[in-house]
């Protein structure tokens, strides 16, 4: 009988110290984060697709050609697991390689640019429509992703659940960050008087 009361006494007092409520926040976080990582799968499965369609328009653009296959070789070097996001170092090391990808997409978009028959080539133009929409469902994706790590980072830091976090050596999760906060915190200068653009 003792041991039965000692047993409804903890269940009553870990049902108020939001040991359940982090554990929803936790997996409703991790399932934001495969839908992240399913995104950037999909992006990647695009993109040799799409630089083999530019190859044949745009073969002395072998630089940027290039520059895409390696970005799409270090994102898939980096193992996107769902411990990853507990990893502080490892996660940064994706985003990065991420912002990578990003930046040779947008690269081989401008050489696409010059070649105006290629932009008419069906191929390209379903492959391109397919990447710009899975840009977006990326967007999407890392937004979800971003509201439920906040939600689970507040509870796990908030009084009383801190203490229950700390019991469990429950954490908070890394989030998303900008690549260069500081550089693209200041407006850009702009002159029409005929100088660059700074």
């Known amino acids: 009988m003792k041991r039965l009361l000692i047993i409804l006494g903890l269940v009553t ?30 992006r990647a499965d695009l993109v040799p697709n799409l630089v083999n369609v530019v190859k044949g328009y745009a073969a002395h653009e072998k630089e940027v050609l290039t520059e895409v296959t390696e970005a799409r070789a270090r994102v898939g070097a980096i193992q996107a697991t ?42 390209f133009r379903d492959l391109s429509s397919q990447l710009e929409g899975t840009e977006n469902r990326i967007t999407v994706a890392r937004n979800r992703y971003i509201e439920r790590v906040r939600e689970y980072n507040t509870t796990v830091r908030s009084f009383p659940s801190n203490l229950t976090a700390m019991a469990f050596s429950l954490k908070t999760k890394p989030n998303f960050s900008v690549e260069n906060e500081k550089a693209i915190s200041s407006a850009p200068k702009v002159d029409f008087g005929g100088g660059d653009a700074k």
């Open 13 to 42: 007092l870990l049902s108020g110290c939001s040991y359940n409520t982090m554990q929803a926040q936790d997996e409703a976080a991790n399932a934001a984060w495969s839908e992240v990582l399913n995104q950037y799968q999909r």
């Open 82 to 123: 769902p411990e990853l996001v507990n990893d502080e170092a490892a996660f940064a090391k994706f985003q990065e390689a991420q912002a990578g990808m990003t930046s040779a997409l947008s690269r081989l978009m401008v050489v696409v640019e010059r070649y105006p028959d290629l932009k008419a080539n069906e191929n």
